[in-house]
């Protein structure tokens, strides 16, 4: 009864404006400061322009007039049009086939409202928008297909944080798995290797007497409703004491642990802008290690090396203009600093990640083109697509993979420790470096490019003294003896 209650509500609301007006728009964002993901109420200025800048609907009579909105874990959504902002005018989407919302916010710390770039395309356009049917349109023309698109906007469920992954390690006698979740009159239901728990049916669950003979295995959560449903990516729980975070003291960078496993590296010869050395084949790590939350930032990098190459700085965006031999000796400072302030474990050493670590935690248990699927948009990365940022963001901008890592695609190009080498039955030519001899590898790709350089699977090689605006790398830590794939 509830349901068919809220399906009335929502068609005589949107009804209305589907007759006079673009219905409202649901729009949802991301806003993290210094890295962090935001919590609490702030205030919003939205507007809508075209791909020349131009205005065409903003929520209030100003751009300085704002709406206070909540945002949980750095999200937040909206309906532009709808919450007390100025309607969407009815011809809006009918005569600009190109617009982008252009965000501005203000967290009360006296800065006042800043622009979050970059602007975001609307991708979902809704129905009979044009000015011209807008006034003949009666409540029998809407047809049933149109009022579901728009409810489903509202009811059709989403995961918004998996549970923590890759691999929740713990010691003691309880865990606590959780997930949120977007959507209406949603059910939960936890699985253990594909199999339903008995009574695992909310959001958040709890396991008591932590054993690894009875609870190592692949944890997901079903979240579903009569729109549809959804599954969170697995978490296979390690009970070996393994913390499965770490930060380096001095310079506050949070590492997270990938556990040991196997996958398949490289690329299916479908893939599109596949190169020739990504030839796929079977990797396993027989040990982990951690690796970077985020990319080496500009101030961590000066806080080890007292110099800062990077143009244009910023405290929190990547550092970049940094050849392989100096992230080398960022390592080794690193390493010394450690040591001498006794927080260096024995036989433990931080280090550029391998190529086989590098796209181990850049897949996080996927095998698409890229972590979160085969195409690309611009919100998922900061690449080069026609309107970006043309630079690099601070680090943390855009969704953490599946097993909470940020900007591993995109951003700058990352360093690894390997040197050039083929994967099988495969070459590699590339016009920005020397032979393969002598060239280091970097993956992920950057600002600079387009999005097939942002693939999983993408390598790229160049001279380890080649440096550029779009270049800098990651740190990974692990025992010096653990460092080898097979």
């Given at each position: 009864?509830?349901?068919?209650?809220a399906?009335?509500?929502?068609?005589?609301t949107?009804l209305p404006?589907?007759v006079w007006?673009?219905?409202?728009?649901?729009f949802?964002?991301?806003?993290?400061i210094?890295g962090?993901n935001?919590?609490?109420?702030a205030?919003?200025?939205?507007?809508i322009?075209d791909?020349n800048?131009a205005?065409h609907w903003?929520?209030?009579?100003t751009?300085?007039?704002?709406?206070n909105?909540?945002?949980?874990?750095?999200?937040?959504?909206?309906?532009?049009?709808?919450?007390g902002?100025?309607?969407l005018?009815?011809?809006?989407?009918a005569?600009?086939d190109?617009?982008y919302v252009?965000?501005s916010f203000d967290?009360?710390d006296?800065?006042?409202?800043?622009?979050?770039a970059?602007?975001?395309r609307i991708t979902a356009v809704p129905y009979a928008l044009?000015?011209k049917?807008?006034?003949s349109?009666?409540?029998?023309?809407i047809?049933?297909?149109?009022?579901n698109?728009?409810?489903?906007?509202?009811?059709?469920?989403?995961?918004t944080?998996?549970?923590?992954?890759p691999?929740l390690?713990f010691g003691?006698?309880?865990?606590?798995l959780?997930?949120?979740?977007?959507?209406?009159?949603?059910t939960y239901?936890?699985?253990k290797?594909?199999?339903p728990?008995a009574?695992?049916?909310?959001?958040r669950?709890?396991?008591?007497?932590?054993?690894?003979s009875?609870?190592e295995?692949?944890?997901t959560?079903?979240v579903?409703?009569?729109?549809?449903?959804?599954t969170t990516?697995?978490?296979?729980?390690v009970?070996?004491?393994?913390?499965t975070?770490?930060?380096v003291?001095?310079?506050?960078?949070?590492?997270?642990f990938?556990?040991p496993?196997?996958?398949t590296?490289?690329s299916?010869?479908?893939?599109s802008?596949?190169?020739?050395?990504?030839?796929?084949h079977?990797?396993?790590?027989t040990?982990?290690f951690?690796?970077?939350?985020?990319?080496v930032?500009?101030?961590?990098?000066?806080?080890?090396?007292?110099?800062?190459p990077?143009?244009?700085?910023g405290n929190?965006r990547?550092v970049e203009?940094v050849n392989w031999?100096?992230?080398?000796?960022f390592c080794?400072?690193?390493n010394?600093?450690?040591q001498?302030?006794?927080?260096?474990p024995?036989?433990?050493k931080?280090?550029?990640?391998?190529?086989?670590?590098?796209e181990y935690?850049?897949?996080?248990?996927t095998?698409?083109?890229y972590s979160?699927?085969n195409?690309?948009?611009?919100?998922?990365?900061?690449?080069?697509h026609?309107?970006?940022?043309?630079?690099t963001m601070?680090?943390?901008?855009?969704?953490?993979?599946?097993w909470?890592?940020?900007d591993?695609?995109?951003?700058?190009?990352?360093w690894?420790?390997?040197?050039?080498?083929?994967y099988?039955?495969g070459?590699q030519?590339?016009?920005e470096g020397?032979?393969s001899?002598?060239?280091?590898v970097r993956?992920g790709?950057s600002?600079?490019h387009?999005?097939?350089?942002l693939?999983?699977a993408?390598?790229?090689?160049?001279n380890?003294?080649y440096?550029?605006?779009?270049?800098?790398?990651r740190?990974?830590?692990q025992?010096v003896?653990?460092?080898?794939a097979?």
């Open positions: 009864m509830k349901k068919l209650v399906l009335l509500f929502l068609f005589f949107l404006a589907l007006a673009s219905p409202p728009v649901p949802s964002g991301k806003v993290a210094g962090v935001y919590f609490g109420q205030k919003f200025a939205f507007a322009q791909k800048g205005v903003r929520n209030g009579a751009a300085n007039e704002a709406i909105v909540n945002v949980a874990n750095g999200r937040y959504v909206v309906l532009l049009g709808g919450q902002m100025n309607p005018p009815a011809s809006l989407f005569n600009h190109e617009l252009k965000v967290n009360n006296g800065q006042g409202l800043r622009h979050l970059p602007d975001q044009s000015s049917m807008a006034d349109v009666k409540p029998s023309s047809t049933t297909a149109q009022l698109e728009q409810i489903l906007k509202y009811l059709k469920p989403e995961i944080l998996a549970p923590q992954a691999g390690i003691g006698q309880t865990i606590t959780n997930s949120r979740a977007e959507g209406k009159f949603l239901q936890w699985h290797n594909g199999q728990i009574g695992a049916t909310q959001d669950y709890v396991i008591q007497s932590v054993n690894g009875l609870h295995g692949n944890y959560l079903v579903s409703n009569d729109f549809g449903s959804v990516q697995a978490t296979s729980l009970v070996d004491g393994t913390p975070r770490h930060t003291a001095s310079i506050n960078m949070e590492m997270i990938c556990p496993g196997t996958f590296m490289g299916p010869v479908s893939e802008g596949r190169g020739t050395d990504e030839t796929q079977q990797v396993t790590l040990n982990g951690y690796l970077g939350k985020y990319e930032t500009q101030a961590q990098y000066e806080t080890v090396i007292g110099s800062n990077s143009s244009p700085q929190n990547p203009r031999h100096e992230a080398q000796a080794d400072q690193l010394s600093i450690e001498t302030a006794g927080r260096l024995a036989g433990w931080y280090a550029l990640p391998t190529e086989a670590q590098w935690a850049c897949r996080a248990g095998t698409t083109a979160w699927g195409a690309i948009g611009p919100n998922d990365a900061n690449w080069n026609g309107n970006d940022a043309n630079t601070e680090v943390g901008q855009f969704s953490a993979n599946p909470g890592f940020y591993m695609h995109g951003n700058v190009w990352e690894v420790g390997d040197w050039k080498a083929n099988p039955g070459a030519t590339n016009p020397p032979a001899g002598s060239s280091r993956r790709g600002w600079s387009d999005g097939t350089y693939r999983s993408k390598r790229s090689h160049v380890p003294s440096r550029n605006d779009n270049l800098g790398f740190v990974g830590f025992a003896q653990q460092d080898t097979n």
